[in-house]
Each structure stands twice: as C-alpha cells, then as structure tokens.
C-alpha cells in the first residue's frame, strides 16, 4: 500500500497527486446510512422494536468486516424488525434522518460539473427515495422492506422484498451498480467516484477511478485514495478543481 500523505487538517491522500480535475469524472457513487446521511437507519427502526442494541451489534460488525457474510447480517437484522410499523419509520424518518455536512453542497458541485449521481445502498428504498428526492440524485439501488397491513397501519413482515435485479443490494452488488450505470453511460469505471464508509462499500470504491472514505471505519480509511476524517463531504472538493 502507498503510504497516506495528510494533505489538509483531518484529510488524507495516497496514491495519487492532488487536485485531480472534477470534470474528468462522469459519476459520482455514494453510500447513504452513515455516508450521506447520518443514521444507520436499520439500527433506528430497530429501536422502535426496543432491539437496538441487538440489531445496531450485528451493523457494527458488518461494517467493520468482521461479519463476512452481508446478506445474512442484513436478514438478521431485518427480522429483528418485524412488527415495527410505517408510522415508526416516518418518525424516524422526521426526528432522526438528517444529510450529512456537506452532502447539499458536494451533490450540486459534482452535478453542476456534469456527473451524474448514483445513491446505492444496503439500506432501504423507504429512506433512499426520499434522499433522492432531496437531492435530486439520478440513480439508486436499495432494498424493499416487506409490508404488510397490521392493526393500525403497514407494518414490517421481517423479510425483504425480491428485486429484478436480485435479492439484496450487498458489497457485490453495489459493486455491479456502479459498473451496470457506468456502462449504461457509456463511461470507464475509472470516470467514477465512489464514496462510502462501511466494508460492504469496499468492492465499489476498488473499481472506481477515486475511492473516498467518509468518517470511516479503519479497514476502509486504509483502503481509499482519500479519507475525510474529519469535517463534512465537500471536503472532497479540496482535492479536486
């Protein structure tokens, strides 16, 4: 590995000579639980079942890499959950889910440079539709919570919802997104950004042109071109011009 170079206050760089031009990049990727937003919102639910501590465990392995197996972790979690209402995940939604620092401001520079953006996550299409919505972003892939009626409104069933494109968005298949959307664009992989936090981001960000690790976790800080430790996401456009 290329040694880190601290090129400002709580950022660093490695294996290449900052600034790098924005416009040379067609795609910017981004993760959203703890990336671009500031929850995980899996272990937010978990709290309205009162099973926090025991789903927010099991992310923080995950993320970590200790769990190897994504999918599994995921179904766990998700099963903790059965039982928790629409009007719970609303609240989380209103009270809990804010935008990280910066995420308003490094989304328009990169649009305002002609990159298209993709919002692709191991969470849910509850929560990642209504960041799309906000930040106007142009693509996303995430997992479908199943519904079900319950007493007073939907409720979670525990499980997931199967997709055209498979089960559950994982490492591998964020990995796939970005290289389907880079293709679909007929752009190189190495015209794409790819930002997240957690070790299922860590396939992504390997096929990307600049990888970026946002307040990350150790194993993805040593891994990235740019780790931002400290501050919000437009950090990222101090290495760029």
Same mark, same amino acid.
């Given at each position: 590995? #290329?040694? #880190? *170079? /601290?090129?400002?206050?709580?950022?660093?760089?490695?294996?290449? *000579?900052?600034?790098?031009?924005? =416009?040379?990049?067609?795609?910017?990727?981004?993760?959203?639980?703890?990336?671009?937003?500031?929850?995980?919102?899996?272990?937010?639910?978990?709290?309205?079942?009162?099973?926090?501590?025991?789903?927010?465990?099991?992310?923080?392995?995950?993320?970590?890499?200790?769990?190897?197996?994504? !999918? /599994?972790?995921?179904?766990?979690? +998700?099963?903790?959950?059965?039982?928790? #209402?629409?009007?719970?995940?609303?609240?989380?939604?209103?009270?809990?889910?804010?935008?990280?620092?910066?995420? /308003?401001?490094?989304?328009?520079?990169? =649009?305002?440079?002609?990159? !298209? +953006?993709?919002?692709?996550?191991?969470?849910?299409?509850?929560?990642?539709?209504?960041?799309?919505?906000?930040?106007?972003?142009?693509? #996303?892939?995430?997992? +479908?919570?199943?519904?079900?009626?319950?007493?007073?409104?939907?409720?979670? *069933?525990?499980?997931?919802?199967?997709?055209?494109?498979?089960?559950?968005?994982?490492?591998?298949? =964020?990995?796939?997104?970005?290289?389907?959307?880079?293709?679909?664009?007929?752009?190189?992989?190495?015209?794409?950004?790819?930002?997240?936090?957690?070790?299922?981001?860590?396939?992504?960000?390997?096929?990307?042109?600049?990888?970026?690790?946002?307040?990350?976790?150790? !194993?993805?800080?040593?891994?990235?071109? +740019?780790?931002?430790?400290?501050?919000?996401?437009?950090?990222?456009? /101090?290495?760029?011009?």
């Amino acid at each position: 590995m #290329t040694s #880190t *170079t /601290e090129f400002a206050p709580g950022l660093t760089v490695q294996g290449f *000579t900052p600034p790098l031009n924005l =416009k040379d990049f067609k795609l910017i990727a981004f993760d959203m639980d703890s990336t671009l937003i500031n929850i995980e919102c899996v272990d937010e639910i978990a709290d309205a079942a009162g099973r926090k501590a025991e789903v927010a465990a099991i992310t923080e392995a995950a993320m970590r890499g200790e769990i190897t197996d994504y !999918k /599994e972790s995921l179904r766990q979690r +998700v099963a903790l959950l059965r039982g928790v #209402t629409v009007a719970h995940m609303e609240q989380v939604l209103a009270e809990r889910l804010q935008l990280n620092p910066g995420a /308003e401001a490094l989304v328009k520079a990169c =649009k305002a440079a002609g990159l !298209k +953006v993709l919002l692709v996550s191991g969470g849910f299409t509850y929560f990642t539709d209504r960041v799309r919505d906000r930040l106007g972003i142009d693509f #996303t892939r995430s997992n +479908v919570l199943e519904i079900e009626s319950g007493p007073n409104c939907g409720q979670l *069933t525990g499980r997931m919802v199967d997709q055209s494109w498979g089960d559950i968005c994982d490492g591998a298949e =964020k990995r796939r997104t970005l290289l389907e959307v880079a293709s679909l664009l007929g752009i190189e992989p190495s015209q794409c950004i790819a930002m997240g936090d957690g070790a299922n981001d860590l396939p992504m960000m390997g096929v990307a042109g600049l990888s970026v690790a946002y307040h990350a976790k150790p !194993k993805v800080r040593e891994q990235a071109m +740019v780790a931002i430790n400290e501050g919000g996401l437009d950090r990222l456009l /101090e290495v760029l011009r």
